[in-house]
């Protein structure tokens, strides 16, 4: 009995890691064509390294591997939680690095909504929009720190 809950279990965990490597590639093809919208911009290279770094960050390593979805799949709730997710986990150490990673995901998804249409544009703009909530809530989370090495 314990070995087909096993062999499920890797069944699922295959399954698992197929979603995932597909929505990698996916990723990979996005970030290749934001890169070419951005070059178009004329914007310099250090700004689009710093927006593709950024946008790499949400959709390869939150959005594929903690929520295993696209990013033309997601809606106001999921965006605002991984602006809350790098909070919690100090992915940043400045509330600067934070509103610029809320800027280029709202980049990017101006860019992607011109190319698919997203169904959830008006609540990702309006997640994207709340840039000063977000940098209080970091804000908070360093005034907590700073308590706690006194």
């Given amino acids: 009995m ?9 069944r699922d965990e295959g399954r698992t890691m197929e ?29 689009i390294k710093k927006h593709l770094n950024n946008v790499e960050l949400y959709i390869n390593d939150y959005l594929a591997i903690d929520e295993e979805e696209s990013p033309q ?9 991984f602006f809350r997710w790098c909070i919690d ?3 940043f ?5 934070l ?4 800027f280029s995901v709202y980049l990017f998804y101006e860019w992607l909504n011109e190319n698919k249409h997203i169904a959830h544009i008006d609540e990702i703009r309006e ?24």
Avoid: M, P
């Fill in 73 to 81: 799949d997601i809606d106001r709730y999921t965006l605002e939680t």
């Fill in 93 to 97: 150490n400045t509330v600067s690095e």
């Fill in 89 to 91: 986990k100090w992915i």
């Fill in 2 to 10: 314990r070995e087909i809950h096993i062999t499920g279990e890797r």
């Fill in 127 to 150: 997640a994207c929009a709340k840039k000063d909530y977000f940098a209080k809530k970091f804000q908070s989370h360093e005034k907590l720190l700073e308590r706690n090495d006194s």
């Fill in 19 to 47: 979603k995932y490597e597909k929505i990698q590639k996916e990723n990979i093809a996005l970030l290749h064509q934001f890169e070419e919208y951005l070059l178009r911009k004329n914007l310099s290279k250090k700004t």
């Fill in 99 to 102: 509103l610029s990673t809320i």
